[in-house]
Protein backbone atom coordinates (compact mmCIF):
# COMPACT_ATOMS: atom_id res chain seq x y z
CA UNK A 1 0.00 0.00 0.00
CA UNK A 2 1.34 3.63 -1.06
CA UNK A 3 1.66 6.03 1.73
CA UNK A 4 -0.51 8.58 0.13
CA UNK A 5 -3.19 7.83 -1.95
CA UNK A 6 -4.51 10.10 -4.61
CA UNK A 7 -7.02 9.74 -7.45
CA UNK A 8 -5.61 10.37 -10.96
CA UNK A 9 -8.69 11.10 -12.53
CA UNK A 10 -8.76 13.05 -14.84
CA UNK A 11 -11.10 15.18 -13.05
CA UNK A 12 -13.09 17.69 -16.01
CA UNK A 13 -15.26 20.25 -14.69
CA UNK A 14 -16.81 23.04 -16.36
CA UNK A 15 -15.79 27.06 -15.98
CA UNK A 16 -16.91 28.55 -12.56
CA UNK A 17 -17.31 25.26 -10.89
CA UNK A 18 -15.55 23.81 -7.54
CA UNK A 19 -12.90 21.60 -7.96
CA UNK A 20 -12.74 18.91 -5.33
CA UNK A 21 -9.36 16.89 -4.75
CA UNK A 22 -8.24 14.93 -1.81
CA UNK A 23 -5.96 12.49 -0.68
CA UNK A 24 -5.47 9.89 1.81
CA UNK A 25 -2.48 8.97 3.51
CA UNK A 26 -1.39 5.76 6.00
CA UNK A 27 1.69 7.36 7.89
CA UNK A 28 0.08 9.06 11.24
CA UNK A 29 3.67 10.78 11.59
CA UNK A 30 3.03 13.23 8.40
CA UNK A 31 3.06 16.70 9.77
CA UNK A 32 3.41 18.93 7.09
CA UNK A 33 0.59 19.12 4.05
CA UNK A 34 1.51 20.86 0.78
CA UNK A 35 -0.53 21.19 -2.58
CA UNK A 36 1.21 21.46 -5.39
CA UNK A 37 0.08 22.15 -9.25
CA UNK A 38 2.04 20.78 -12.18
CA UNK A 39 1.59 21.98 -16.05
CA UNK A 40 2.76 19.65 -18.57
CA UNK A 41 6.41 19.35 -18.44
CA UNK A 42 6.76 21.62 -15.66
CA UNK A 43 8.23 21.18 -12.58
CA UNK A 44 5.53 21.49 -10.02
CA UNK A 45 4.50 24.98 -8.52
CA UNK A 46 4.22 25.38 -4.54
CA UNK A 47 -0.30 26.45 -3.98
CA UNK A 48 -0.85 25.42 -0.36
CA UNK A 49 0.97 24.34 2.92
CA UNK A 50 -0.58 23.46 5.86
CA UNK A 51 0.59 22.10 9.50
CA UNK A 52 -1.98 20.42 12.08
CA UNK A 53 -5.48 19.71 10.94
CA UNK A 54 -7.86 23.03 10.06
CA UNK A 55 -8.46 25.14 6.90
CA UNK A 56 -6.48 27.30 4.97
CA UNK A 57 -7.51 29.93 2.45
CA UNK A 58 -5.72 31.95 -0.19
CA UNK A 59 -7.44 33.56 -2.89
CA UNK A 60 -9.67 30.83 -5.11
CA UNK A 61 -7.98 28.07 -2.98
CA UNK A 62 -9.12 26.32 0.60
CA UNK A 63 -6.67 23.40 2.06
CA UNK A 64 -8.03 21.01 4.56
CA UNK A 65 -6.73 18.70 6.92
CA UNK A 66 -8.07 15.65 8.66
CA UNK A 67 -5.53 14.21 10.28
CA UNK A 68 -7.77 11.94 12.80
CA UNK A 69 -8.86 10.41 8.84
CA UNK A 70 -6.23 10.79 7.28
CA UNK A 71 -7.43 13.00 4.88
CA UNK A 72 -6.49 16.22 3.11
CA UNK A 73 -8.79 18.25 0.20
CA UNK A 74 -8.13 20.82 -2.01
CA UNK A 75 -11.28 23.29 -3.54
CA UNK A 76 -10.39 25.58 -6.03
CA UNK A 77 -13.43 28.18 -6.34
CA UNK A 78 -14.72 29.52 -9.54
CA UNK A 79 -12.38 27.74 -11.49
CA UNK A 80 -10.77 28.43 -14.81
CA UNK A 81 -9.48 27.11 -17.97
CA UNK A 82 -5.99 28.65 -16.74
CA UNK A 83 -7.02 25.67 -13.99
CA UNK A 84 -6.41 23.29 -16.14
CA UNK A 85 -3.14 21.06 -14.58
CA UNK A 86 -1.98 18.37 -12.49
CA UNK A 87 -2.21 18.93 -8.61
CA UNK A 88 -0.09 17.12 -6.34
CA UNK A 89 -0.77 16.42 -2.89
CA UNK A 90 2.76 15.90 -0.80
CA UNK A 91 3.16 15.16 2.78
CA UNK A 92 6.24 15.33 5.07
CA UNK A 93 7.51 13.59 8.72
CA UNK A 94 10.76 14.30 7.35
CA UNK A 95 10.99 13.47 3.91
CA UNK A 96 8.33 14.55 0.93
CA UNK A 97 6.05 12.06 -0.14
CA UNK A 98 3.87 12.96 -2.81
CA UNK A 99 0.57 11.90 -4.63
CA UNK A 100 0.30 10.75 -7.88
CA UNK A 101 -1.45 13.53 -8.67
CA UNK A 102 -4.70 14.37 -10.32
CA UNK A 103 -5.22 15.23 -13.92
CA UNK A 104 -8.09 18.74 -13.96
CA UNK A 105 -9.28 19.70 -17.01
CA UNK A 106 -11.79 23.19 -16.61
CA UNK A 107 -13.45 23.29 -19.71
CA UNK A 108 -14.84 26.56 -21.05
CA UNK B 1 11.64 35.24 -5.85
CA UNK B 2 12.73 31.87 -5.03
CA UNK B 3 13.32 30.89 -8.72
CA UNK B 4 15.45 27.22 -9.73
CA UNK B 5 16.58 26.85 -12.91
CA UNK B 6 17.40 23.64 -14.91
CA UNK B 7 19.47 23.42 -17.69
CA UNK B 8 18.61 21.58 -20.40
CA UNK B 9 15.62 21.63 -20.42
CA UNK B 10 15.63 18.46 -22.74
CA UNK B 11 18.22 16.30 -23.76
CA UNK B 12 18.28 12.97 -26.20
CA UNK B 13 21.19 10.98 -25.81
CA UNK B 14 22.83 7.23 -27.00
CA UNK B 15 22.77 4.63 -24.28
CA UNK B 16 25.83 4.17 -23.03
CA UNK B 17 26.70 7.82 -22.56
CA UNK B 18 26.68 10.10 -19.47
CA UNK B 19 24.57 13.16 -19.33
CA UNK B 20 24.83 16.38 -17.52
CA UNK B 21 21.72 18.19 -15.68
CA UNK B 22 22.65 21.50 -13.81
CA UNK B 23 19.95 22.84 -11.19
CA UNK B 24 20.93 26.69 -10.02
CA UNK B 25 18.59 28.51 -7.62
CA UNK B 26 18.92 32.27 -9.05
CA UNK B 27 17.84 34.40 -6.63
CA UNK B 28 18.67 32.41 -3.02
CA UNK B 29 21.34 30.33 -1.65
CA UNK B 30 20.63 26.59 -1.25
CA UNK B 31 21.31 24.82 1.65
CA UNK B 32 19.78 21.76 0.41
CA UNK B 33 19.01 20.65 -3.22
CA UNK B 34 16.88 17.79 -3.85
CA UNK B 35 16.66 15.16 -7.31
CA UNK B 36 13.40 13.64 -8.06
CA UNK B 37 12.28 11.50 -11.14
CA UNK B 38 9.01 11.35 -12.10
CA UNK B 39 7.49 8.63 -15.05
CA UNK B 40 4.56 9.58 -16.70
CA UNK B 41 1.42 9.53 -15.19
CA UNK B 42 3.36 8.71 -11.94
CA UNK B 43 4.73 10.56 -8.52
CA UNK B 44 7.86 12.31 -8.08
CA UNK B 45 10.21 9.61 -6.60
CA UNK B 46 12.77 11.37 -4.28
CA UNK B 47 16.22 9.83 -6.05
CA UNK B 48 18.78 12.02 -3.46
CA UNK B 49 18.80 14.81 -0.97
CA UNK B 50 22.09 16.58 -1.58
CA UNK B 51 23.80 19.39 1.39
CA UNK B 52 25.95 21.69 0.17
CA UNK B 53 29.82 20.74 1.05
CA UNK B 54 28.52 17.32 1.53
CA UNK B 55 28.19 13.84 0.07
CA UNK B 56 24.67 13.20 -1.38
CA UNK B 57 22.16 11.08 0.46
CA UNK B 58 20.73 8.21 -1.63
CA UNK B 59 17.46 6.96 -1.48
CA UNK B 60 17.02 2.66 -1.22
CA UNK B 61 17.20 1.71 -4.68
CA UNK B 62 19.25 4.23 -6.51
CA UNK B 63 22.18 3.48 -7.23
CA UNK B 64 24.85 6.73 -6.23
CA UNK B 65 27.60 5.12 -9.13
CA UNK B 66 24.98 5.79 -11.91
CA UNK B 67 23.20 8.68 -10.29
CA UNK B 68 26.58 10.72 -9.16
CA UNK B 69 25.12 14.21 -7.79
CA UNK B 70 27.66 16.81 -6.73
CA UNK B 71 26.27 20.05 -4.51
CA UNK B 72 29.72 22.35 -4.61
CA UNK B 73 28.40 25.83 -4.15
CA UNK B 74 25.22 27.17 -2.60
CA UNK B 75 23.56 27.42 -5.98
CA UNK B 76 24.53 24.86 -8.17
CA UNK B 77 23.79 20.89 -8.09
CA UNK B 78 24.56 18.34 -10.98
CA UNK B 79 23.50 15.13 -11.16
CA UNK B 80 25.25 13.22 -14.13
CA UNK B 81 23.44 10.28 -15.38
CA UNK B 82 26.24 7.55 -16.02
CA UNK B 83 26.55 4.85 -18.99
CA UNK B 84 22.34 6.02 -19.66
CA UNK B 85 20.27 3.28 -20.78
CA UNK B 86 16.29 3.62 -22.42
CA UNK B 87 15.27 2.88 -18.68
CA UNK B 88 16.81 6.02 -17.59
CA UNK B 89 14.25 7.86 -19.84
CA UNK B 90 12.48 10.39 -17.20
CA UNK B 91 11.61 13.44 -16.04
CA UNK B 92 14.48 14.52 -13.64
CA UNK B 93 13.99 17.40 -11.46
CA UNK B 94 15.62 19.32 -8.73
CA UNK B 95 14.05 21.06 -6.13
CA UNK B 96 15.99 23.65 -3.73
CA UNK B 97 15.85 24.89 0.11
CA UNK B 98 17.45 27.18 2.28
CA UNK B 99 17.41 24.40 5.10
CA UNK B 100 19.95 22.10 5.66
CA UNK B 101 18.60 18.30 4.99
CA UNK B 102 14.87 18.99 5.87
CA UNK B 103 12.37 18.63 3.56
CA UNK B 104 9.59 20.22 5.68
CA UNK B 105 10.65 23.51 4.68
CA UNK B 106 9.37 25.03 1.41
CA UNK B 107 11.10 23.17 -1.56
CA UNK B 108 11.16 25.07 -5.27
CA UNK B 109 11.00 23.33 -7.66
CA UNK B 110 13.14 23.80 -11.08
CA UNK B 111 11.51 23.29 -14.55
CA UNK B 112 12.26 19.81 -15.24
CA UNK B 113 15.00 17.62 -17.40
CA UNK B 114 13.24 15.49 -19.84
CA UNK B 115 15.64 13.01 -20.48
CA UNK B 116 15.33 10.37 -23.81
CA UNK B 117 18.12 7.37 -24.22
CA UNK B 118 17.75 6.10 -27.51
Known amino acids: QKEVEQDPGPLSVPEGAIVSLNCTYS??????FMWYRQYSRKGPELLMY????GNKEDGRFTAQVDKSSKYISLFIRDSQPSDSATYLC????????FGAGTQVVVTP | GAVVSQHPSRVICKSGTSVKIECRSLDFQATTMFWYRQFPKQSLMLMATSNEGSKATYEQGVEKDKFLINHASLTLSTLTVTSAHPEDSSFYIC??????????????FGPGTRLTVL
Open chain 2, 95 to 108: SASTRRGSSTDTQY
Open chain 1, 50 to 53: TYSS
Open chain 1, 27 to 32: NSAFQY
Open chain 1, 90 to 97: AMSAGKLQ
